[in-house]
């Protein structure tokens, strides 16, 4: 679906702000680079350790794979597929991911964080909006080393969610902790396929920040050219 098909809010409704994280509160491209450097020099100093590419890569497929399928009992099917293919345990995909995709990419977050959005965090929460962040990945340490703080964490994780996006359940689930309506939550993302259908079946407005010029009404490019259209509440 195109991202035309998301619309934009009208700020008067609007009483909690829902971000994303990867990709919409930081430019993954950079840190990509960066990792992706820190990971080959890491395993020419240790060839026999080389096998962490492999691991990424499939708990990344495997993903995707739960999120399209929709799957549920994620914790545990993110970490016992990529095993089984792999042929080492789950508690190894584990120790992988957690140094590899959580740990280490921490220190690089902050100089990767996108302009404006910390002002725009300080204007949703000076007109009286509640602030949270919605991410398919552990949240709350991103957030931190972002310097970034919200009133509201909900991840995929979470036993109440247990779905990863497009499923709307870890959407609705912040609607309901902020004890709002849907259509007074906008969230704020990066891909339409997840993010923008996930708002779609939540019944929710949505915004997808994207690279170069908005390429629709539902679309920006710029933290600071939406901080100008925040108006307050109704
Ligand atoms: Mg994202």
């Known amino acids: 679906m195109s991202p035309l098909s998301t619309s934009a809010p009208d700020w008067r409704d609007i009483r909690v702000v829902v971000f994303d994280v ?5 430019d993954q491209g950079p840190l990509r680079r960066q990792m992706a450097q820190e990971i080959l020099l890491y395993c020419l100093a240790r060839p026999w350790k080389m096998s962490l590419v492999r691991t990424i890569q499939e708990f990344r497929r495997i993903r995707e794979q739960l999120a399209e399928e929709e799957a549920d009992s994620i914790l545990r099917a993110q970490f016992e597929r990529p095993a089984s293919r792999l042929g080492v345990s789950p508690a ?13 990419p921490l220190r690089h977050l902050r100089a990767c964080r996108y302009e404006g959005a910390a002002e725009l965090f300080s204007r949703l929460k000076e007109t009286g909006r509640t602030v949270a962040a919605f991410s398919d990945y552990p949240a709350s340490r991103k957030l931190q080393a972002l310097e970034l703080e919200t009133d509201l964490v909900v991840t995929a994780m979470d036993p109440e969610v247990d779905r990863f996006k497009p499923h709307p359940a870890g959407l609705l ?3 309901e902790l902020a004890g ?15 993010d923008g259908e996930c708002a779609r079946r939540a019944g929710c407005p949505c915004l997808l920040k994207v690279a170069g010029a908005p390429t629709g009404p539902g679309t920006f490019a710029d933290y600071r050219q939406l901080l100008s259209s925040v108006g307050s509440r109704d």
């Not at 190894?92 to 280490?104: C, G, L, N, P, Q």
């Not at 709002?180 to 997840?194: C, K, M």
Request: aromatic share 8%; proline share 3%; charged share 40%.
């Open 22 to 26: 990867d990709g919409t509160l930081y």
């Open 92 to 104: 190894e995909v584990e120790t992988v991911v957690e140094e590899w995709m959580f740990e280490r």
């Open 173 to 175: 689930r912040v609607v």
């Open 180 to 194: 709002a309506e849907p259509a007074q939550v906008l969230l704020i993302g990066d891909r339409d396929e997840r």
